[in-house]
């Protein structure tokens, strides 16, 4: 059974903080990972996409990713109001087929 | 780019009738598209894996024949849901792969079974 695991939070940051979004993923021969920001109500978002290990930046975001601890982050730098909402660690299966599965998402507070 | 969309956003349909869902790939030819569904403050689970021209991949515990899948293109997947009753009720997710292997999701549409 391939795993991903969250804490499921609430993760409270203040306005213009980092937040740190963590995820641990159980098949080691997983190659493809994603972060999704849902807000409540809505369907998922794709923010970023990290394949290699190090870190990836875009914009605010950045995706780290330690394929040896099995272990993919997401920092959220000077975090706004509008990042609150539900973060989803994705693993796109090795076997093949695409299929992505999911964390069940940490929460995200950004208090003004 | 990689605009995905789902009709209807939200239904509202009685107990035993059957509703059908589309998700269209906007920019881009979708090889594959994905259907999900959301209980509340859960999180997404597969229902089902759609190659154009295919049947459909189920997942474990969905039953095929009560969630009707068709992929008649690169850019359409209708799911259609049979007989429905109220624990059917829930929010149902498309998405959608084109040439990488990144997902895009539709924004969902919320079925309601009175």
């Known amino acids: 059974q391939k795993e991903v695991e969250q804490n499921s939070g609430p993760l409270s940051v203040p306005e213009g903080a980092i937040a740190s979004l963590n995820c641990t993923y159980s098949d080691r021969g997983s190659q493809s990972f994603f972060w999704y920001r849902q807000y409540s109500g809505k369907s998922p978002e794709l923010i970023m996409s990290i394949y290699s290990n190090g870190d990836k930046e875009d914009g605010r975001f950045t995706a780290q990713l330690n394929k040896a601890s099995q272990y993919v982050s997401l920092l959220i730098r000077d975090s706004q109001p509008s990042d609150s909402a539900t973060y989803l660690c994705a693993v796109k299966d090795p076997g093949g087929g695409n299929k992505l599965t999911f964390g069940t998402g940490t929460q995200l507070k950004v208090e003004l | 780019g990689a605009v995905v969309s789902q009709h209807p956003s939200w239904v509202i349909c009685k107990s035993g009738t059957s509703v059908k869902i589309e998700c269209r790939s906007l920019d881009f030819q979708a090889t594959t598209m994905f259907w999900y569904r959301q209980f509340p403050k859960q999180s997404l689970m597969l229902m089902a894996t759609s190659n154009e021209g295919s049947k459909a991949t189920y997942e474990q515990g969905v039953e095929k024949d009560k969630f009707l899948i068709n992929h008649a293109s690169l850019t359409l997947s209708t799911l259609t849901v049979t007989s429905a009753h109220p624990e059917d009720s829930s929010f149902y997710i498309c998405?959608?792969?084109?040439?990488?292997?990144?997902?895009?999701f539709g924004p969902g549409t919320r079925l309601t079974v009175t």
């Open positions: 998405s959608a792969r084109g040439a990488s292997s990144e997902q895009y």
